[in-house]
């Protein structure tokens, strides 16, 4: 016959059962959730440029969500670095280097091209793209020339990314080398009195085509592309 078991001793046993499984099932997820906010992370690098023409939401909604696992790892860096848990702080170390690293390495080149390519691939084919664009045509040294805004798109309450089309190029060049029939022809548009006096607001994208980012409150509210 089996001994008789002290039943203070099985209800103290479940008890530390119960208490320990919330603990084990916690373990167990935080080391799968590791991985799948190093994932977000490196998904954020590569998807965000790419989605930020044909589904600005999503690219948007990618954004906030590195922010957030990034900030779910520092959490868990802190947690293990208070606990003196050598081995998973390595872990964590390794991790938030690979997702942080494009702050200390330089990735701007290839971020920018392929932000690019998300564009080409957002006004393909460009001969139905362009009607959709508000041109202005003029002379300049005798020669033709086409300059417009595409579209606006805002990122935020305080700045607008602006698709401008220029065929002089001069968007991407320093005030003092654009000429006083490109300046008159850009009167026309809201962010003009920004683009006289400054330099570095247009990014070439591909072709004729550039972004120009400006403060919403350095608009002078005039033009044709409010």
């Given at each position: 016959?089996?001994p008789?078991?002290?039943?203070?001793?099985?209800?103290?046993?479940?008890?530390?059962?119960?208490?320990?499984?919330?603990?084990?099932?916690w373990?167990?997820?935080?080391?799968?959730?590791?991985?799948?906010?190093?994932?977000?992370?490196?998904?954020?690098?590569?998807?965000?440029?790419?989605?930020?023409?044909?589904?600005?939401s999503?690219?948007?909604?990618?954004?906030?969500?590195?922010?957030?696992?990034?900030?779910?790892?520092?959490?868990?860096?802190?947690?293990?670095?208070?606990?003196?848990?050598a081995?998973?702080?390595?872990?964590?170390?390794?991790?938030?280097?690979?997702?942080?690293?494009?702050?200390?390495?330089?990735?701007d080149?290839?971020?920018?091209?392929?932000?690019?390519?998300?564009?080409?691939?957002?006004?393909?084919?460009?001969?139905?793209?362009?009607?959709?664009?508000?041109?202005?045509?003029?002379?300049?040294k005798?020669?033709?020339?086409?300059?417009?805004?595409?579209?606006?798109?805002?990122?935020?309450?305080?700045?607008?990314?602006?698709?401008?089309?220029?065929?002089?190029?001069?968007?991407?060049?320093?005030?003092s080398?654009?000429?006083?029939?490109?300046?008159?022809?850009?009167?026309?548009?809201?962010?003009?009195?920004?683009?006289?006096?400054?330099?570095?607001?247009?990014?070439?994208?591909?072709?004729?085509?550039?972004?120009?980012?400006?403060?919403?409150?350095?608009?002078?509210?005039?033009?044709?592309?409010?």
């Open positions: 016959m089996a008789d078991l002290d039943a203070s001793s099985l209800l103290s046993k479940s008890d530390g059962d119960a208490t320990q499984a919330p603990s084990a099932l373990h167990r997820w935080k080391g799968a959730l590791k991985y799948i906010a190093l994932s977000v992370a490196l998904l954020f690098w590569i998807a965000a440029p790419l989605l930020s023409f044909s589904h600005p999503l690219a948007s909604l990618i954004v906030d969500s590195y922010f957030i696992c990034v900030f779910f790892l520092v959490l868990l860096f802190v947690g293990a670095a208070f606990h003196r848990r081995r998973e702080l390595a872990v964590l170390s390794v991790i938030l280097a690979i997702a942080g690293f494009p702050y200390y390495v330089n990735l080149p290839l971020l920018k091209r392929l932000y690019a390519v998300a564009f080409r691939m957002h006004v393909s084919p460009v001969v139905e793209y362009l009607p959709r664009c508000r041109l202005y045509q003029f002379t300049e005798g020669v033709g020339r086409t300059v417009g805004v595409c579209e606006r798109r805002g990122s935020n309450g305080d700045y607008s990314q602006t698709i401008a089309y220029d065929t002089t190029g001069e968007l991407a060049l320093p005030p080398q654009r000429t006083p029939e490109w300046r008159e022809a850009m009167r026309r548009f809201s962010f003009a009195r920004v683009l006289m006096k400054t330099e570095g607001r247009a990014d070439h994208l591909f072709g004729n085509f550039y972004e120009v980012i400006t403060a919403i409150a350095d608009e002078d509210g005039a033009g044709d592309d409010d």
